[in-house]
């Protein structure tokens, strides 16, 4: 089971930057986030709930451009719970700046795994 969520985990969070650069926010929000998941961005206060998360990242893909490329450092999963840990390239016009990703999963009822926890900082200030 451990092994089979790792990589359920690793193919949600693979649709992540698809998504997200393609603008499908709806889509996004239903692939990867959980109903309660909390997203806690750098420099701001922390955005409660699926849909705030995507309107969030809606406007920052629409008003600044921002587009994200990503990687894998580890991931784990018990039963029901598990993380990953992984980089970002975060790009906005021109600009580009890395950074360091922390994701907390869990096993939803309908046997998908979805972000609860979405924790991000950049690598250089």
Same mark, same amino acid.
């Given at each position: 089971?451990?092994?089979? %969520? #790792?990589? +359920? /985990?690793?193919?949600?969070?693979?649709?992540?930057?698809?998504?997200?650069? +393609?603008?499908?926010?709806?889509? =996004?929000?239903? *692939?990867?986030?959980?109903?309660?998941?909390?997203? =806690?961005?750098? !420099?701001?206060?922390?955005?409660? !709930? &699926?849909?705030? /998360?995507?309107?969030?990242?809606?406007? =920052?893909? &629409?008003?600044?451009?921002? &587009?994200?490329?990503?990687?894998?450092?580890? #991931?784990?999963? %018990?039963?029901?719970? %598990?993380?990953? /840990?992984?980089?970002? $390239?975060?790009?906005?016009?021109?600009? @580009?700046?890395?950074? $360091?990703?922390?994701?907390?999963? &869990?096993?939803?009822?309908?046997?998908? *795994?979805?972000? #609860? $926890?979405?924790?991000?900082?950049? @690598?250089?200030?």
């Amino acid at each position: 089971m451990a092994e089979s %969520g #790792t990589n +359920a /985990i690793k193919a949600v969070r693979a649709q992540f930057p698809v998504l997200f650069n +393609a603008g499908k926010f709806d889509e =996004l929000g239903q *692939w990867f986030y959980a109903e309660d998941a909390v997203a =806690l961005p750098p !420099g701001r206060d922390p955005i409660e !709930g &699926r849909a705030a /998360i995507c309107s969030y990242f809606d406007e =920052l893909w &629409r008003n600044a451009g921002l &587009r994200f490329d990503l990687d894998v450092i580890q #991931t784990v999963a %018990g039963d029901d719970m %598990g993380y990953l /840990i992984g980089t970002y $390239v975060a790009h906005m016009g021109d600009q @580009s700046a890395p950074g $360091v990703t922390h994701e907390a999963y &869990r096993l939803q009822s309908d046997g998908s *795994w979805k972000c #609860t $926890v979405d924790m991000w900082h950049n @690598s250089v200030e």
